[in-house]
């Protein structure tokens, strides 16, 4: 079985200062790993997700995160953010073998003007 | 546009009282799904469909149903719901329901049961 960590749930930070979200998880197999966000009153969308190659993965909206293997994380970053960043982000894991999808619970980002 | 449609998208009911929400997607899809989302618990996902007349339990299932009759719409019953269902709901497709397939989500149905 799989599970997804989303170590902070909320994360204050000021408007135009770098963030990271957390995200680890575990898995007996090779997984897909995915960020999905969340804006106020609407469904999730995809921000970016890693399927192979490169660890370092470019999303929309400036946002990049990167796999580590070892430390089995896949956090995501942005050098500056803005008001209209702050919303719920969700990381997810897709099972390889199973396709079975687990998210993380979320972590609410709350940028500050 | 392509998009998922959910509808309604904010429902009070009483306790016992049967309700379908439903819901479409206009990109022909093959895999559509429905989660619940709960606050410090994330999604959890109740069933799911890989095609038509295709469906499986998620997670969650229980006090659910689901059918799948056409490719496009996926509703998800609640014969008798109870308090424990208030919840918000989304349901999901993607293109074939491969593990690298992203999912695309409607915007949700918030559900209350008194």
């Known amino acids: 079985a799989q599970s997804v960590t989303q170590l902070d749930s909320q994360v204050p930070v000021f408007e135009e200062a770098p963030v990271e979200l957390r995200c680890n998880y575990s898995?007996?197999?090779?997984?897909?790993l995915f960020w999905y966000v969340q804006y106020p009153n609407q469904g999730l969308q995809l921000l970016l997700k890693?399927?192979?190659?490169?660890?370092l993965v470019k999303g929309i909206n400036g946002f990049e995160a990167e796999f580590n293997k070892s430390q089995t994380s896949f956090h995501l970053r942005k050098p500056s953010v803005h008001i209209s960043d702050t919303a719920e982000y969700f990381c997810?894991?897709?099972?390889?073998?199973?396709?079975?999808?687990?998210f993380g619970i979320g972590t609410k980002l709350q940028v500050i003007p | 546009e392509a998009q998922v449609t959910q509808n309604p998208r904010y429902l009070i009911t009483v306790t016992g009282k049967k309700l379908t929400v439903t819901c479409s997607q206009n990109?022909?899809?093959?895999?559509m799904s429905w989660y619940r989302q709960d606050p410090g618990l994330g999604l959890r996902q109740i069933y799911y469909?890989?095609?038509?007349?295709?469906?499986d339990k998620g997670d969650v299932p229980e006090g659910y149903k689901v059918s799948r009759k056409e490719k496009r719409n996926f509703p998800l019953i609640l014969e008798s719901p109870s308090p424990n269902q208030t919840s918000l709901y989304f349901c999901?497709?993607?293109?074939?329901?491969?593990?690298?397939?992203?999912?695309?989500f409607g915007n949700g149905t918030r559900l209350t049961v008194t």
């Open positions: 999901a497709s993607s293109l074939s329901g491969s593990a690298n397939s992203p999912l695309h």
């Open positions: 898995s007996s197999v090779s997984v897909y």
């Open positions: 890693y399927l192979s190659g490169s660890t």
């Open positions: 997810a894991v897709s099972d390889r073998s199973d396709q079975k999808v687990t």
């Open positions: 990109m022909n899809h093959e895999y």
């Open positions: 469909s890989m095609n038509v007349e295709v469906t």
